[in-house]
């Protein structure tokens, strides 16, 4: 069974169209890449299916576990298992690092957390990630530069172990250093058991993965479905061969 059966999709926002008709299955154990150029719905697919209130589904059905999440709150869909890397993460002055991980994490275990197990898994995840155990008590991406905003998303990620994530171009704007420590949280990630939905306009993070599927949209909808072929031939030729969509 999938994990994630998104079937006839179609979401507005206010009263324009951006995705429509699209369908896609997420199977478990599986790294998804989902690619296409700015416009095409990429974004506006990981908040809808998050239920950000301004994302409306008009048509069709996401199925998340054998459970429809469509009109389910954020926070539900969270403790049901799916998680959310934001593209552009908001800051929060006031909040420690730590304290948000901590009070994420009690969340989703229903109120109880063990510290001193906390403790000792989050600070093995910094040493493998390369952060400095200070970046626990800076407030939460509070003047954070782009890469350690993207490496405090992939530490959320590793300390919350979702079933799915759904990563919104966690590459964007890094460098080479900071791409492979991203690339390694994934993988990371992946070997506890997650699921990734990735999204990406470019193959330079793939290099480092080892996608099972590429996905394309093009137009709002699912316009080519295949493996690393797909990304190759947008690193070689760009978008312009999308002159058909699949079905």
């Given amino acids: 069974m999938s994990l994630l059966s998104i079937k006839n999709f179609s979401v507005h926002i206010d009263d324009k169209e951006i995705l429509h008709d699209l369908n896609i299955d997420v199977q478990p154990d599986?790294?998804?890449?989902?690619?296409?150029?700015?416009?095409?719905?990429?974004?506006?697919?990981a908040y809808a299916l998050m239920g950000h209130p301004s994302y409306q589904v008009r048509e069709g059905e996401a199925i998340f576990e054998g459970a429809s999440i469509a009109g389910v709150s954020p926070d539900k869909i969270a403790k049901m298992g799916m998680f959310l890397g934001f593209q552009h993460p908001i800051?929060?002055?006031?909040?420690t690092v730590?304290?948000?991980?901590?009070?994420?994490?009690?969340?989703?275990?229903?109120?109880?957390?063990?510290?001193?197990?906390?403790q000792e898994e989050l600070l093995s995840i910094l040493e493998k990630l390369g952060i400095d155990q200070s970046f626990l008590y800076r407030y939460l991406n509070d003047g954070f530069s782009g890469g350690e905003k993207k490496r405090l998303e992939i530490l959320q990620l590793l300390?919350?172990?979702?079933?799915?994530?759904?990563l919104d171009e966690p590459d964007s704007g890094l460098d080479v250093d900071a791409m492979k420590v991203v690339a390694e949280g994934i993988n990371m990630a992946r070997k506890k058991g997650?699921?990734?939905l990735l999204i990406t306009h470019y193959k330079r993070l793939l290099n480092y993965l080892n996608p099972d599927r590429v996905v394309v949209l093009a137009n709002g909808t699912l316009a080519r479905d295949g493996g690393m072929e797909l990304a190759d031939k947008?690193?070689?030729?760009?978008?312009?061969?999308?002159?058909?969509?699949?079905?």
């Avoid at 599986?30 to 697919?45: F, I, P």
């Avoid at 730590?98 to 275990?109: E, G, M, N, V, Y």
């Avoid at 300390?159 to 759904?166: F, G, V």
């Fill in 30 to 45: 599986t790294l998804t890449v989902l690619m296409g150029k700015n416009g095409t719905g990429k974004s506006t697919l």
């Fill in 91 to 95: 800051e929060v002055p006031g909040v």
């Fill in 98 to 118: 730590i304290k948000f991980l901590q009070t994420a994490t009690r969340a989703l275990s229903g109120g109880e957390l063990d510290y001193d197990a906390f």
């Fill in 159 to 166: 300390m919350l172990k979702p079933k799915l994530a759904i």
């Fill in 194 to 196: 997650t699921t990734i």
């Fill in 234 to 247: 947008i690193e070689s030729e760009g978008y312009d061969f999308l002159a058909s969509r699949i079905s």
